[in-house]
């Protein structure tokens, strides 16, 4: 079994910094990428930034964050940050984690989330 446990969201005034953490732990032949989604209260999840896993890690972001968020990885520890700078009350949503891991035998890759923790950026 793959489980995906998120940590370091909370509130925070807008312009402040916010460091996310996803640690992936379980029966994990190997990851081959992970990335961090959003949603907020009427919208649909999002993607907000991705990482592969393979070589020095391969990114892309939304256009909304980029400038302001990286993305990065341990593989050792099999954990993904975000770290989040300058940020907007209209950054507010419920940060989601998600990996393409395989597992299992025979091995296959699945998707897995985390359980998501809540972002509050206001004053």
């Known amino acids: 079994q793959v489980q995906l446990v998120e940590s370091g969201g909370g509130l925070v005034q807008p312009g402040g910094s916010l460091r996310l953490s996803c640690a992936a732990s379980g029966s994990i032949f190997t990851i081959n990428a992970m990335g961090w989604y959003r949603q907020a209260p009427g919208n649909q999840r999002e993607l907000v930034a991705r990482i592969t896993w393979w070589g020095g890690g391969s990114t892309n972001y939304a256009n909304s964050v980029k400038g302001r968020f990286t993305i990065s990885r341990d593989n050792a520890k099999k954990t993904m940050y975000l770290q989040m700078n300058s940020l907007k009350p209209e950054d507010t949503a419920v940060y989601y984690c998600?990996?393409?891991?395989?597992?299992?035998?025979?091995?296959?890759?699945?998707?897995?989330w985390g359980q998501g923790t809540q972002v509050t950026v206001s004053s």
């Open positions: 998600q990996a393409d891991i395989y597992s299992g035998d025979p091995i296959r890759v699945d998707s897995y």
